[in-house]
């Protein structure tokens, strides 16, 4: 009689276990469901940031080296050899004014601290100015930051308010180019360039392309 009382109770207690079990399964999916679901809210919160703040961010800026005409007057340097050389226009205007005058302009030469310039007509309107350094001539841009260079007197002479700076890069002064016009962006000045063979001539000339040649970009 016991063991049919006992066989009677065991589907009852095998319910109720199966109950727990089911609840305690129903709890737990419910719970990785939450788990999973916030899981995904995050990423989507961490997106939805990510893109407000690319919004925000201004679009690069893109450096077109166009030429433009400028009121402004050039002061001219030639690189070469990673060395800066300035040419000093004022000086040899002075120079040639002390000359002889002549009813007829004609070729002449004059020499400089590390450059030579040579100036001849080509017609009554139209000159040009031909320009040789030295070898090795000028600072390199070590030399240049020092406080009595070449380089800082000139800019104490020659504010950005009314001057800008052109330079005659050979293909070995690149990099040095691009360091010095970082430079002097930084320090308001206009920059112009041009890139030259390192034994090509360096001429300007009043007239022609001369004119319009020489501008800051």
Same mark, same amino acid.
């Given at each position: 009689?016991?063991?049919?009382?006992?066989?009677?109770?065991?589907?009852?207690?095998? %319910?109720?276990?199966?109950?727990?079990?089911?609840?305690?399964?129903?709890?737990?999916?419910?719970?990785?469901?939450?788990? !999973?679901?916030?899981?995904?809210?995050? +990423?989507? #919160?961490?997106?939805?940031?990510?893109?407000? &703040?690319?919004?925000?961010?201004?679009? +690069?800026?893109?450096?077109?080296? $166009?030429?433009?005409?400028?009121?402004?007057?050039?002061?001219?340097?030639?690189?070469?050899?990673?060395?800066?050389?300035?040419? %000093?226009?004022?000086?040899?205007?002075?120079?040639?004014? /002390?000359?002889? /005058?002549?009813?007829? *302009? #004609? +070729?002449?030469?004059?020499?400089?601290?590390?450059? &030579?310039? #040579?100036?001849?007509?080509?017609?009554?309107?139209?000159?040009?100015?031909?320009?040789?350094?030295?070898?090795?001539?000028?600072?390199?841009?070590?030399? !240049?930051?020092?406080?009595?260079?070449? $380089?800082?007197?000139? !800019? /104490?002479?020659?504010?950005?308010?009314?001057?800008?700076?052109?330079? $005659?890069?050979?293909?070995?002064?690149?990099?040095?180019?691009?360091?010095?016009?970082?430079?002097? $962006?930084? %320090?308001?000045?206009?920059?112009?360039?041009? *890139?030259?063979?390192? %034994?090509?001539?360096?001429?300007?000339?009043?007239?022609?392309?001369?004119?319009?040649?020489?501008?800051?970009?």
């Amino acid at each position: 009689m016991r063991e049919k009382k006992r066989a009677r109770g065991l589907p009852k207690n095998l %319910d109720s276990l199966v109950d727990i079990v089911s609840n305690n399964l129903g709890i737990l999916i419910i719970l990785a469901a939450f788990m !999973a679901l916030f899981g995904l809210v995050n +990423p989507l #919160r961490q997106l939805e940031q990510e893109s407000r &703040k690319a919004q925000v961010l201004p679009p +690069p800026k893109l450096l077109v080296p $166009w030429s433009h005409a400028s009121n402004k007057n050039p002061v001219l340097f030639v690189m070469r050899g990673n060395r800066i050389l300035h040419l %000093d226009m004022a000086n040899f205007f002075k120079q040639l004014a /002390k000359l002889p /005058k002549q009813s007829r *302009p #004609r +070729p002449v030469t004059l020499q400089q601290k590390q450059l &030579k310039i #040579r100036f001849f007509p080509v017609t009554n309107q139209v000159y040009c100015l031909e320009f040789t350094p030295d070898r090795n001539a000028g600072e390199t841009w070590h030399m !240049a930051r020092r406080g009595a260079s070449t $380089w800082q007197r000139v !800019a /104490k002479r020659y504010r950005p308010e009314s001057f800008y700076y052109f330079f $005659w890069v050979s293909g070995d002064s690149f990099e040095l180019f691009r360091d010095v016009r970082k430079q002097l $962006w930084n %320090d308001q000045y206009e920059v112009g360039w041009k *890139p030259v063979t390192k %034994d090509e001539p360096l001429e300007i000339c009043n007239g022609f392309e001369g004119s319009t040649g020489f501008q800051p970009q």
